[in-house]
């Protein structure tokens, strides 16, 4: 797949953050409503995935000892799957389940063609 899902430094500097305080982490794309568009970012393990899950990819954030699996609910790659993702981080209030909700920004993915 190449790189398929990338994040930007201040992606990687908000994740180091949230490792430091809750511990590996993953990230979860349903593409559903309540900001199932957005990425939402859980303690590794804590969302469950299934069949109807993929995973796109381990992402290797500097100073972090383990990747962060990014998943992303098969129907919605199979709309998005020509593209390549960057998991980006914008000021704004985003889920309340996503780890990052209490820091006053959220995560967000920009998506590009793929080439």
Known sequence: MGDVVTVTPAAADLIRSLRAAHGPLM??????????SAPMCYPAGEFRTGSSDVLLASLAVEGLAEPVEF?????????WR????TVDVVPGRG????????????FLIRSQLAR
């Open 27 to 36: 990230f979860h794309q349903s593409g559903g409503c309540c900001d199932g």
């Open 95 to 106: 889920s309340g389940f996503s780890l990052e909700a209490p820091e006053g920004v959220r």
């Open 82 to 85: 020509h593209t390549t993702l």
């Open 71 to 79: 998943w992303m609910s098969r129907s919605q790659w199979e709309l």
